[in-house]
């Protein structure tokens, strides 16, 4: 194959991609036509629960598995077309995988593990250069049983930036690390493909990483994308109540919508991001849309109280509804608070499905 075309174009492209294994009852749908574009030089994020999908859509573009139906493109390439020793010499050519577990040699040193794929890559950066981009320069000549965790990955990063890929595709590749390794492995990752202009797609579960390290936001349920936009818009302005919930947490409260106002039990509301016609909705707030304390119309009684950074994030139970909220002083658990209602992340109508107005409007 050619070599990749230049930035500004798709690095990807899938039309209707079906996954199945197995035949008959047996049969697993792992992927249930799936149409999505990358552009070139972009941070695409696929977010989704175990079992949505994510990496076989993932291990495809990759050129490590073949869809059962449909077309997948790499810029001009056909990938659905190509033969094992094309996938191969692609793979060679234009991908690397950053993956959950590192798969370093371990009787290798830092530096002789990343220089083992520059001896069969076409461009490849220097070793060091590559370690000392991940911040490891110190470290090149320790051995993996001698670094953490967190390093070893590092490791693993630079080994795949050593051979100059066209696209970078990651699968979970914080999965086992602590917290703050994840937060500064997160700010690498993102940093280094800004730096590279590299094409990258990062498989994960973690709503939080989504939202830090995307441009945009693919969100898998069942082998389908449900959801996708910028992390703001996917989080704060949703089209279907999977893709709110797999973005964090949710309130969801019957309410109605008569042309001019927004009625729910939390009182009258703004009528923002309205997916629904007139009448019966249902009315999705983010928490830190629901504020205790003020004057809201009815009282709700806390179930749990958890420290979020400066505000309290709550609990609490209204008519059997579960109510999300944060509130700036410690709520005492069983006690009665008003809450004051903002404008929410979406008014659905109550029918809605896994099939959203947005990709309704892309199909």
């Known amino acids: 194959m050619q070599d990749a075309p230049s930035r500004g174009k798709l690095a990807f492209r899938t039309q209707g991609i079906t996954k199945t294994y197995g035949a008959g009852e047996a049969a697993v749908h792992a992927l249930r ?6 552009p070139s030089g972009e941070l695409i994020v696929l977010l989704g629960a175990s079992g949505s999908g994510k990496s076989t859509l993932l291990n495809i573009l990759g050129g490590l598995d ?22 191969t010499m692609y793979r060679r050519k234009h991908v690397g995988f950053v ?29 060091a250069e590559a370690l000392s981009l991940v911040g490891l320069k110190e470290r090149m000549d320790h051995f993996p049983a001698q670094l953490s965790g967190g390093e070893q990955q590092r490791v693993a990063i630079a080994r795949t ?5 066209e696209v970078v595709l990651y699968d979970e590749p914080l999965a086992n690390l602590d917290p703050e390794r994840r ?12 730096e590279h202009g590299t094409t990258l797609v990062y498989v994960t579960h973690d709503p939080a990483e989504a939202l830090e390290i995307g441009d945009e936001i693919a969100v898998m349920e069942e082998g389908r994308i449900i959801e996708r936009g910028a992390p703001e818009d996917v989080y704060a302005r949703p089209t279907s109540l999977a893709g709110a919930r797999a973005l964090g947490p949710i309130t969801v409260l019957h309410g109605t919508w ?6 729910t039990p939390l009182g009258d509301v703004p009528a923002t991001n309205l997916q629904a016609g007139p009448g019966p909705c249902r009315v999705v707030w983010r928490p830190e849309s629901l504020r205790a304390g003020g004057v809201g119309p009815v009282e709700v009684v806390v179930d749990d109280v958890v420290a979020r950074g400066p505000d309290w994030a709550f609990v609490a139970r209204l008519d059997g509804h579960e109510i999300r909220g944060r509130s ?14 903002g404008a929410p992340a979406a008014v659905l109508a109550p029918e809605a499905t896994l099939a959203t107005r947005r990709e309704e409007a892309t199909a």
């Open 328 to 341: 700036a002083d410690r709520l005492e658990v069983g006690a009665s608070v008003r809450v004051t209602p």
């Open 183 to 194: 937060r500064g492995l997160r700010a690498l990752i993102r940093r280094l493909a800004r």
């Open 258 to 263: 008569d042309g001019e106002t927004l009625q």
């Open 33 to 38: 036509g799936v149409d999505l574009e990358v």
């Open 161 to 165: 930036l050593a051979a100059a890929p």
């Open 99 to 127: 993956f959950q577990f590192y798969n370093l040699m371990p009787s290798l040193t830092a530096f002789e593990n990343v220089e083992l794929v520059t001896e069969i890559a076409d461009n490849p950066l220097d070793p």
């Open 66 to 87: 073949r869809a059962s139906k449909g077309r997948a493109q790499f810029f001009e390439a056909e990938l659905t077309e190509m033969s094992d020793a094309e996938l």
